[in-house]
């Protein structure tokens, strides 16, 4: 068990530009989340997947947002034109699934749009 | 709707005393997953302990113990001789509609 991975775990950007991260959950793992975290404030869910399926959006996923999981392993969170708003702790955890199973974390990407 | 609330968003404490950090949550669900998770300096958040909607019954595990009382809708966790290791943002959390919801945290410091 390597744990879930994030990469990069830092990235800085110019407004307008796009940005994608990506995370490898725990291998057996068949659900992988994303949440944002903002300073000061608990994580917020993004959105989800069972396998290679997004099975739930968050209202706070614009559409500038987009996440893929293509062969239910890894996956990618893309932001097109990034607004300082934007700047935040991206958080990955893959679970076996189901209301029992723990959410395993990454150690987060920090985004900072300048 | 699912919500978190954790009141105390700084706490101080000398090594070893003992510290009680609360969490009060609502759902209309009638089953349902509390947790907590520690997020120490580095980022990650570590998960600590799941407690399940039927079982009210308290859990100790080394210097940790959680009180978990549903009358109440609370879910407590206390630290006991703290050490300096124990500094971090607590978050207590949810399971509800397919994804936790957290609370705002509670930033513990120990004092060596």
């Known amino acids: 068990d390597t744990g879930v991975s994030q990469n990069p775990r830092h990235k800085i950007t110019k407004r307008g530009q796009n940005v994608t991260f990506r995370c490898d959950p725990i291998?057996?793992?068949?659900?992988l989340y994303w949440y944002r975290q903002t300073l000061g404030q608990g994580p917020e869910f993004l959105t989800y997947?069972?396998?290679?399926?997004?099975?739930?959006k968050s209202r706070l996923l614009s559409d500038r947002f987009s996440a893929e999981r293509p062969k239910g392993s890894f996956s990618t969170l893309e932001i097109q034109r990034t607004e300082q708003g934007d700047s935040a702790m991206y958080l990955c955890?893959?679970?076996?699934?189901?209301?029992?199973?723990?959410?395993?974390f990454g150690n987060g990407t920090r985004l900072t749009v300048t | 709707a699912q919500k978190v609330t954790q009141a105390q968003t700084e706490i101080s404490v000398v090594e070893k005393e003992d510290v009680t950090l609360d969490c009060v949550y609502e759902?209309?669900?009638?089953?349902?997953?509390l947790f907590w998770y520690k997020q120490p300096p580095s980022g990650e958040l570590v998960f600590l302990i799941r407690?399940?909607?039927?079982?009210?019954q308290n859990e100790i595990s080394g210097r940790y113990s959680w009180n978990f009382q549903k009358s109440t809708s609370s879910f407590n966790f206390t630290i006991t001789a703290s050490q300096v290791v124990d500094s971090a943002v607590y978050f207590c959390?949810?399971?509800?509609?397919?994804?936790?919801?957290f609370g705002t945290g509670t930033r513990l410091t120990v004092i060596p």
């Open positions: 955890a893959s679970s076996l699934g189901g209301t029992r199973s723990p959410l395993h």
């Open positions: 291998s057996e793992h068949n659900r």
């Open positions: 997947f069972q396998n290679e399926a997004q099975l739930e």
């Open positions: 759902t209309r669900d009638t089953t349902y997953y």
């Open positions: 407690r399940n909607s039927f079982d009210e």
């Open positions: 959390a949810l399971f509800g509609a397919n994804n936790l919801f």
